[in-house]
């Protein structure tokens, strides 16, 4: 979760850092900021795959433990899946976040240049 949780802080950085910088040039190109604060989806996107993967690790590591254990109830097998889904909702909501980010910032720049242009 901590890697995790470092991404959401790059992400969050990544496009609050561009926008200002999109927001507050004098000569600003829509294009090339929408670009470089897509890196940051891309940042959630790599964070959502992520958790993916730290839910991945986590049902083979339960898998191993209930093979190697044998017989156990059906109530500590789904407890374990629950807690294994963790990392994914994690991960799903820093995308989430870089998408709306990414959204909000983009209509704020499209509108500046917009009244720059008239």
Known sequence: MSILTILLVIMITWILYHFIAGYNSKESNLEIVRRRM??????????????????????YEAFSAIENAGDISPGLVYGGIKVSMITTLYGISIYLISLMLWFAASIFIERKLEKKEK
Do not use: E, N, V
Request: charged fraction near 5%; glycine fraction near 28%.
């Open 38 to 59: 897509g890196y940051g989806k891309s940042i959630g996107l790599f964070a959502m795959i992520t958790g993916i993967f730290g839910q991945l690790i986590g049902f």
